[in-house]
């Protein structure tokens, strides 16, 4: 029985975006716990989370195999590479434009999660992959709406449970990235 390769494609590289899911977890976590670190250092801290997430992104589409939607993983780790160098490159900045960034990001994810989910309309749990979809693109509106607002305890909460939220998923989603050995 032939299986279905996920729209991420498949990739040897899967443990690493595990690790990054982890990571985005605790890092949720510890800024709901902490919050007195303040908004500046949140955005910074999740600056460079999103670069770690970026070079995992621009290692897997640039493997010797590439997987299946490689270009999904090579715009995504470009888009936050350059938001997250620009939320560590200042303060000020980082302050001002945070909730922009991340709604931006996370209105890509959503947007990638739901062609995704589209496309693996073959496989026994694809509505799964549509509810995130969903999840996601509602998440960065709340934080399009939350920077409008300039509501810094809004965005404070939403910032550690999007990043909870996104850290589970990518930590699950690369499950689905690994290979499968043929029989």
């Not at 919050?35 to 999740?46: R, T």
């Not at 909730?99 to 209105?107: Q, S």
């Not at 693996?120 to 920077?147: C, P, S």
């Not at 939220?165 to 930590?171: D, K, L, Q, R, V």
Request: charge should be positive.
């Amino acid at each position: 029985m032939k299986q279905t390769t996920s729209f991420w494609g498949q990739t040897k590289l899967w443990w690493l975006v595990t690790i990054v899911g982890i990571l985005m977890v605790i890092a949720g976590f510890a800024y709901w716990f902490f919050p007195a670190i303040g908004y500046a250092v949140a955005s910074v801290l999740f600056g460079w989370m999103l670069i770690a997430a970026a070079v995992v992104q621009l290692c897997v589409s640039a493997s010797e195999n590439r997987p299946r939607g490689w270009g999904w993983w090579l715009a995504g780790g470009v888009i936050d590479m350059f938001i997250g160098f620009m939320l560590v490159r200042s303060v000020t900045l980082a302050e001002a434009v945070f909730p922009y960034f991340i709604a931006f990001v996370f209105i890509f994810w959503g947007v990638g999660a739901l062609v995704s989910s589209v496309n693996g309309r073959d496989r026994k749990y694809w509505w799964l992959q549509l509810i995130n979809g969903i999840l996601l693109l509602v998440i960065g509106f709340f934080f399009l709406e939350a920077g409008y607002l300039q509501n810094m305890v809004n965005v404070s909460f939403l910032t550690s449970l999007a990043f909870i939220y996104w850290g589970f998923t990518i930590a699950m989603g690369s499950y689905d990235m690994k290979p499968v050995k043929e029989d």
